[in-house]
């Protein structure tokens, strides 16, 4: 896959139909720019988003743009902004998991289950039961 960026063109080695997501990820690496601030640009003014699959036969072009919602660009949320799973900045109305569809959604779910189980297992009543 070819990426352009500040005129100068990049390869990236990776497979067709790759989730934005992951692409970014190779693209951060490649680089040294957080995933946060990389955003692929579809038409002139549209933007994938991180969910959207691409084919890897295309060149790319890319917009580095800091402290913006991966989504729509508006300007992130200062400190709720922050998805500690995807580890990208997200605006008020797409900090949640849900809304903005996680990549990491099952890690988001695996770890708020195995929560939920540690507090109910402490709060399990253990004594015997009492007859009246």
């Not at 100068?8 to 989730?19: A, G, H, P, R, S």
């Not at 036969?57 to 919602?69: A, F, G, P, S």
Request: hydrophobic residues 35%.
């Amino acid at each position: 896959m070819k990426v352009s960026h500040d005129n100068t063109v990049l390869e990236i080695e990776c497979v067709d139909n790759i989730q934005i997501y992951n692409l970014k990820l190779l693209i951060s690496k490649k680089i040294n720019i957080p995933v946060d601030e990389i955003h692929i640009i579809k038409n002139s003014k549209d933007y994938y988003d991180n969910t959207e699959y691409i084919n890897g036969d295309m060149l790319i072009e890319l917009k580095i743009i800091k402290n913006r919602c991966a989504i729509c660009l508006k300007k992130a949320a200062i400190i709720v902004g922050d998805c500690k799973f995807c580890e990208c900045k997200y605006c008020s109305n797409h900090r949640l998991p849900e809304v903005h569809k996680c990549p990491k959604m099952e890690t988001c779910k695996k770890e708020s289950f195995d929560t939920n189980y540690k507090t109910v297992i402490s709060q399990k009543c253990v004594a015997s039961m009492v007859s009246y």
